[in-house]
T-cell receptor, first 114, second 111 residues
Framework: GAGVSQSPRYKVAKRGQDVALRCDPI?????LFWYQQALGQGPEFLTY????????KSGLPSDRFFAERPEGSVSTLKIQRTQQEDSAVYLC????????????FGPGTRLLVL | LAKTTQPISMDSYEGQEVNITCSHN???????ITWYQQFPSQGPRFIIQ???TKVTNEVASLFIPADRKSSTLSLPRVSLSDTAVYYC????????????FGTGTRLQVTL
């Protein structure tokens, strides 16, 4: 496909479980972003990759959140020991160039922690 | 970080022009302004991006005054399918962590 894809689309986890969310960016896009969107609010920046390098992770809310993009393409956002406050939609976006260029978003993964 | 605010909601009739304003008082010199449309259960979809003055594409116009402390998205002749939440995004140039979405404006278009 031509767009950004994310999987799974929905994830239900019990509190304390670890989860892994996958993002497949548009082929050839250098930059990849992760955002967290709480219900009824705008997306909030989590982390940013340029190729395989994680250039900014200042938005990750705690050390339970970890992201990687080992080969500069697919990225995984991992949340360890999930808490109820982690329930949100996690959006991935990619752009052709740097962080100032137009971002193209995936459909998001809706995470519900019970 | 730039604090970015928008009206919570707007109503319009089909066929009218709609203008949605975003306030970004703390915008930095190199920050871009981008507008996105979001439907329920979907990711934001790019509408338009600008840096200063006016930008127009096939679906919208973006007006940015000289001080760049605000921006206005203009949607000509809206239709029912334009009912969605609209977000402005400020930042990005050089520092990803400055990327700040606005509070979002829920546009409701009716007949």
């Amino acid at each position: 496909g031509a767009g950004v894809s994310q999987s799974p689309r929905y994830k239900v986890a019990k509190r304390g479980q670890d989860v892994a969310l996958r993002c497949d960016p548009i082929s050839g896009h250098v930059s990849l972003f992760w955002y967290q969107q709480a219900l009824g609010q705008g997306p909030e920046f989590l982390t940013y990759f340029q190729n395989e390098a994680q250039l900014d992770k200042s938005g990750l809310p705690s050390d339970r959140f970890f992201a990687e993009r080992p080969e500069g393409s697919v990225s995984t956002l991992k949340i360890q020991r999930t808490q109820q406050e982690d329930s949100a939609v996690y959006l991935c976006a990619s752009s052709f160039g740097g962080s100032g260029e137009t971002q193209y978003f995936g459909p998001g993964t809706r995470l519900l922690v019970l | 970080l730039a604090k970015t605010t928008q009206p919570i909601s707007m109503d319009s009739y089909e066929g009218q022009e709609v203008n949605i304003t975003c306030s970004h008082n703390n915008i930095a010199t190199n920050d871009y302004i981008t507008w996105y449309q979001q439907f329920p259960s979907q990711g934001p979809r790019f509408i338009i991006q600008g840096y200063k003055t006016k930008v127009t594409n096939e679906v919208a116009s973006l007006f940015i005054p000289a001080d760049r402390k605000s921006s206005t998205l203009s949607l000509p002749r809206v239709s029912l399918s334009d009912t969605a939440v609209y977000y402005c995004l400020v930042g990005g140039a050089g520092t990803a962590s400055k990327l700040t979405f606005g509070t979002g404006t829920r546009l409701q278009v009716t007949l």
